[in-house]
């Protein structure tokens, strides 16, 4: 009798950014705010962006293929692939049915999956899903693909440099290096980020309720995580050195990112949950009397509360977070690519040194959906420590335009958007060596796809 899969999770992951760039002290200048108010208020520095030459499912494509060719694995040891994301440019056929042009030369079309969209959770829906079919009674002994990928564009506004773009791809199975271990989640209805305008790339936003509505699902995750984990609330050593409840769920922490500020002040909102369970901890004694009569439900914007321990989380944010935030910073937010690009960078940073580790990740989408999961890390021989090694080399390698550029390329979208026939005109040449690239939209809306 066969056993089930064991130690399910992602074998391979390869990620892919758009080869345009711009940078945020450039977008301050041309959007003529004060210095500062992207890269210190938002925590961003660079904002990948996409022209007319590339869409959804083009750099899914791109994402793909360069997984599979950088791993060596065949088309045919494929079982399932899902999709998750929320630009939607057909409201029928699917990214992934596009993607089964990669599967072509090699015959399989027995390939399980279409698309997940809910905002910035469609990627994690993919991988949950991923994960599921390797442990159920119907695996076939091959690989699942989950895909999470996003153009982020907003209306020409204070939103808009909190844009990005990019995809990532990840290779799902048993006995992997990267094991995905307990989770938990937190669902509701909100009205804090959509897109009801299907004609338009653009959502509309309560940015004051999102905020909210993200701090939140990290409060209710985070201890509902805990509890799942038997990790105690409440310390009971009056040791000064004793790990609390942050340290000890997990070694490294992996946020979703909308922008990266947030991600300090959700870290920060952790620490905070751990003084409301246990505020005599030793660590909390010069804030404690400052802090007591302090409530989850009202606190989301309280200043003090969020200096403070922002201030306290600091040290621990450097070393726990802040390795799994290059990608964040430098790309802009990815939507559902956001919170895998936050472990590719983690993986890029601390490479084989992660084995023995624990990571915390945090997924959300707007709407609400949200996820609190862990991923333990093992076999430091394995290519997903090393392959990622160049991404300091590609980031800088982009080409960065001046705000016009960037500016003249937005509008091109805005304008185009769903036009059939079209043709793009931006330059092929600007393209990195083996990204797919949309040659034509017919007069049907049939899109057809070349490789430089």
């Given at each position: 009798?066969?056993?089930?899969?064991?130690?399910?999770?992602?074998?391979?992951?390869?990620?892919?950014?758009?080869?345009?760039?711009?940078?945020?002290?450039?977008?301050e200048g041309f959007d003529k705010v004060s210095a500062g108010k992207y890269t210190i208020g938002l925590g961003q520095e660079i904002m990948a962006y996409c022209d007319d030459l590339e869409d959804i499912n083009s750099i899914c494509m791109t994402a793909v293929a360069r997984l599979m060719e950088k791993y060596n694995i065949s088309y045919n040891d494929i079982g399932r692939l899902e999709v998750g994301t929320e630009t939607i440019i057909d409201k029928s056929?699917?990214?992934?049915?596009?993607?089964?042009?990669?599967?072509?030369?090699?015959?399989?079309?027995?390939?399980?999956?279409?698309?997940?969209t809910n905002a910035c959770y469609g990627g994690t829906q993919a991988l949950l899903n991923s994960l599921a079919w390797v442990e159920s009674s119907s695996y076939d002994g091959r690989y699942a693909l989950a895909v999470c990928g996003d153009i982020a564009v907003y209306a020409d506004g204070p939103a808009r440099p909190t844009g990005g773009a990019g995809c990532v791809a990840m290779l799902i199975g048993p006995d992997a290096p990267l094991v995905v271990g307990q989770r938990v989640s937190h669902f509701k209805?909100?009205?804090?980020?959509?897109?009801?305008?299907?004609?338009?790339?653009?959502p509309v936003v309560d940015g004051k309720l999102s905020i909210q509505c993200y701090l939140d699902a990290v409060d209710t995750n985070y201890n509902r995580l805990l509890e799942k984990m038997k990790i105690e609330k409440a310390n009971s050593s009056s040791s000064s050195s004793a790990q609390s409840p942050i340290s000890t769920l997990g070694d490294y922490y992996c946020f979703h990112s909308p922008f990266t500020k947030l991600v300090k002040k959700s870290f920060a909102r952790i620490l905070f949950n751990d003084f409301l369970n246990n505020p005599s901890a030793p660590q909390f004694s010069e804030i404690k009397e400052q802090m007591e009569n302090k409530t989850r439900e009202e606190t989301y914007f309280d200043r003090d509360v969020e200096k403070a321990f922002m201030s306290l989380s600091n040290k621990l944010f450097s070393d726990s977070v802040e390795p799994s935030l290059t990608l964040a910073k430098e790309l802009g937010n990815t939507y559902t690519a956001s919170l895998y690009c936050g472990l590719a960078s983690l993986l890029?940073?601390?490479g084989s040194n992660l084995d023995g580790k624990r990571a915390v990740l945090f997924s959300y989408g707007s709407g609400l959906a949200s996820s609190m999961f862990t991923i333990t890390f093992s076999k430091p021989e394995s290519q997903i420590y090393s392959h990622l090694s160049n991404l300091r080399q590609d980031l800088d390698s982009r080409t960065f335009v001046d705000g016009e550029t960037f500016d003249k390329c937005m509008k091109l979208r805005e304008e185009t958007h769903h036009l059939a026939p079209y043709k793009p005109t931006s330059p092929v040449e600007q393209l990195a060596t083996g990204t797919f690239y949309l040659t034509e939209i017919d007069d049907k809306?049939?899109?057809?796809?070349?490789?430089?």
């Amino acid at each position: 009798m066969s056993t089930r899969p064991e130690n399910v999770g992602i074998i391979a992951l390869e990620t892919y950014f758009p080869s345009q760039a711009i940078n945020q002290t450039v977008l301050e200048g041309f959007d003529k705010v004060s210095a500062g108010k992207y890269t210190i208020g938002l925590g961003q520095e660079i904002m990948a962006y996409c022209d007319d030459l590339e869409d959804i499912n083009s750099i899914c494509m791109t994402a793909v293929a360069r997984l599979m060719e950088k791993y060596n694995i065949s088309y045919n040891d494929i079982g399932r692939l899902e999709v998750g994301t929320e630009t939607i440019i057909d409201k029928s056929k699917s990214v992934k049915t596009c993607l089964m042009q990669l599967f072509a030369q090699s015959g399989n079309t027995n390939v399980e999956g279409v698309d997940t969209t809910n905002a910035c959770y469609g990627g994690t829906q993919a991988l949950l899903n991923s994960l599921a079919w390797v442990e159920s009674s119907s695996y076939d002994g091959r690989y699942a693909l989950a895909v999470c990928g996003d153009i982020a564009v907003y209306a020409d506004g204070p939103a808009r440099p909190t844009g990005g773009a990019g995809c990532v791809a990840m290779l799902i199975g048993p006995d992997a290096p990267l094991v995905v271990g307990q989770r938990v989640s937190h669902f509701k209805h909100a009205w804090d980020f959509y897109k009801p305008d299907l004609m338009s790339e653009y959502p509309v936003v309560d940015g004051k309720l999102s905020i909210q509505c993200y701090l939140d699902a990290v409060d209710t995750n985070y201890n509902r995580l805990l509890e799942k984990m038997k990790i105690e609330k409440a310390n009971s050593s009056s040791s000064s050195s004793a790990q609390s409840p942050i340290s000890t769920l997990g070694d490294y922490y992996c946020f979703h990112s909308p922008f990266t500020k947030l991600v300090k002040k959700s870290f920060a909102r952790i620490l905070f949950n751990d003084f409301l369970n246990n505020p005599s901890a030793p660590q909390f004694s010069e804030i404690k009397e400052q802090m007591e009569n302090k409530t989850r439900e009202e606190t989301y914007f309280d200043r003090d509360v969020e200096k403070a321990f922002m201030s306290l989380s600091n040290k621990l944010f450097s070393d726990s977070v802040e390795p799994s935030l290059t990608l964040a910073k430098e790309l802009g937010n990815t939507y559902t690519a956001s919170l895998y690009c936050g472990l590719a960078s983690l993986l890029s940073s601390v490479g084989s040194n992660l084995d023995g580790k624990r990571a915390v990740l945090f997924s959300y989408g707007s709407g609400l959906a949200s996820s609190m999961f862990t991923i333990t890390f093992s076999k430091p021989e394995s290519q997903i420590y090393s392959h990622l090694s160049n991404l300091r080399q590609d980031l800088d390698s982009r080409t960065f335009v001046d705000g016009e550029t960037f500016d003249k390329c937005m509008k091109l979208r805005e304008e185009t958007h769903h036009l059939a026939p079209y043709k793009p005109t931006s330059p092929v040449e600007q393209l990195a060596t083996g990204t797919f690239y949309l040659t034509e939209i017919d007069d049907k809306h049939r899109r057809s796809y070349l490789r430089k």
